[in-house]
T-cell receptor, first 116, second 112 residues
Framework: DGGITQSPKYLFRKEGQNVTLSCEQN?????MYWYRQDPGQGLRLIYY???????QKGDIAEGYSVSREKKESFPLTVTSAQKNPTAFYLC???????????????FGAGSRLTVL | LAKTTQPISMDSYEGQEVNITCSHN???????ITWYQQFPSQGPRFIIQ???TKVTNEVASLFIPADRKSSTLSLPRVSLSDTAVYYC?????????????FGTGTRLLVSP
């Protein structure tokens, strides 16, 4: 089955540590996105990538970093610079912008990060 | 940037029709309007997408007026399992890239 796999589902981090959240898709989608969701809140865009080896900052990129070395993978690193990283992180993908249906995002199941 | 505005919450009862409206005054000519449903601790799920007039699928209808500055998601005969957060999404285009921005979401509570 095609889809998006996020791992780990739950992650605990000590303050000052960097952690990397994995996101892999086998949908052959060009675009990938990372969103953050806080309890009872909406989704906020962290980073997005339209093509391999290129990515753009979203609304809350500070304290986060990404890479897009392969079309299938878009890992997110939460660095120690992120002051309040405890949240639910969602990865998504879509077909290339400019095509009909480009707004249709397929989401992963999410990764819940807790800072101890 | 196209920004969306939705009611924060809505209440309904089983069997009723629910209409959730989203305002997007700055929608661009080529942007589509897409609605998602999200249950707690899950990723959002695509419901319906439209460009203009009316779109209907097996779960919902989407009404878009001629000026496209708003859209209304209509859920016929809701059940308890429709209790969720509903998001309106409008594509935001900037220098060839598409930045997809979610609205605030509407929390729908369906009661028996």
């Amino acid at each position: 089955d095609g889809g998006i796999t996020q791992s780990p589902k739950y992650l605990f981090r000590k303050e000052g540590q960097n952690v990397t959240l994995s996101c892999e898709q086998n949908l052959n989608h060009d675009a990938m996105y990372w969103y953050r969701q806080d309890p009872g809140q909406g989704l906020r865009l962290i980073y997005y990538s339209q093509i391999v080896n290129d990515f753009q900052k979203g609304d809350i990129a500070e304290g986060y970093s990404v890479s897009r070395e392969k079309k299938e993978s878009f890992p997110l690193t939460v660095t120690s610079a992120q002051k309040n990283p405890t949240a639910f992180y969602l990865c998504a993908s879509s077909i290339r912008a400019g095509l009909s249906g480009a707004n249709v995002l397929t989401f992963g199941a999410g990764s819940r990060l807790t800072v101890l | 940037l196209a920004k969306t505005t939705q009611p924060i919450s809505m209440d309904s009862y089983e069997g009723q029709e629910v209409n959730i409206t989203c305002s997007h005054n700055n929608i661009a000519t080529n942007d589509y309007i897409t609605w998602y449903q999200q249950f707690p601790s899950q990723g959002p799920r695509f419901i319906i997408q439209g460009y203009k007039t009316k779109v209907t699928n097996e779960v919902a209808s989407l009404f878009i007026p001629a000026d496209r500055k708003s859209s209304t998601l209509s859920l016929p005969r809701v059940s308890l399992s429709d209790t969720a957060v509903y998001y309106c999404l409008v594509g935001v285009r900037r220098t060839g890239f598409q930045k997809l921005v979610f609205g605030t979401g509407t929390r729908l509570l369906v009661s028996p």
